[in-house]
């Protein structure tokens, strides 16, 4: 079946500082690969995503890159802000399970000042 | 920006109880979802909804669960006899397409149930 794995939290980073938050992924198909980020408060939104490998996704600063060899797609940001401070989720979505998307468990960004 | 609507924010209630959960879902979207997040661990896919029927659901989605479209606009989670197990966030979701692979939902901000 369709997995996701993604580091455990909370991730606690300075201002400015460089961030990367692993995923790995097991699917049945070519799975395309999301990021969602749920603000407090807020529902699940789309930040990023990538339909095939090598694909890069990018959106607010935050890339992530389709890695079919490594069954990978970690999100990185070069310089976080207070403002990302949030859950961050990886998901997949393949035709192996009917394109239902598949989430991992979230990892929680705390960004000091 | 068109936005997936869900009450209550929090209900509290007792096991054996009933709830119902309330969505609505973009008025364009044709496919309705619900996932639920007990605290602390994953997203997990309850039920999908298409054209007025379940299309798919998982091991979870057991006969205590039902799902509903009763207008043109809700769409409805049922639990007709809480256990304290199903303390969660659920959360609904719609899309505009199923499949294609890139399958987009929109989510709204969740209701937490909380059984006693």
């Known amino acids: 079946g369709n997995s996701v794995t993604q580091m455990e939290g909370p991730v606690t980073l300075s201002e400015e500082a460089f961030l990367t938050i692993n995923c790995t992924y097991t699917?049945?198909?070519?799975?395309?690969l999301f990021w969602y980020v749920q603000y407090p408060g807020e529902g699940l939104q789309l930040l990023l995503k990538?339909?095939?490998?090598?694909d890069k996704g990018s959106n607010k600063g935050f890339e992530a890159t389709y890695r079919k060899e490594t069954t990978s797609f970690h999100l990185e940001k070069g310089s976080v802000q207070v403002s990302d401070s949030a859950v961050y989720f990886c998901?997949?979505?393949?035709?192996?399970?009917?394109?239902?998307?598949?989430f991992g468990r979230g990892t929680s960004l705390i960004v000091h000042p | 920006e068109p936005e997936v609507t869900q009450t209550p924010s929090h209900q509290v209630t007792q096991m054996g109880q009933e709830v119902i959960l309330r969505c609505v879902p973009i008025s364009n979207h044709l496919y309705f979802y619900w996932y639920r997040q007990i605290l602390g661990q994953k997203v997990e896919f309850l039920v999908s909804?298409?054209?007025?029927?379940?299309?798919?659901k998982s091991e979870i989605f057991d006969d205590q669960f039902s799902v509903e479209r009763p207008d043109g606009s809700n769409f409805t989670l049922k639990i007709r006899s809480t256990k304290l197990e199903d303390s969660a966030m659920y959360f609904c979701a719609s899309s505009e397409f199923g499949e294609a692979g890139a399958n987009v939902l929109t989510f709204g901000a969740g209701s937490r149930l909380t059984v006693l």
């Open positions: 909804f298409y054209n007025n029927e379940i299309s798919e």
């Open positions: 998901a997949l979505s393949a035709s192996g399970g009917n394109y239902i998307p598949t």
């Open positions: 699917a049945t198909g070519y799975p395309s």
């Open positions: 990538a339909t095939k490998a090598d």
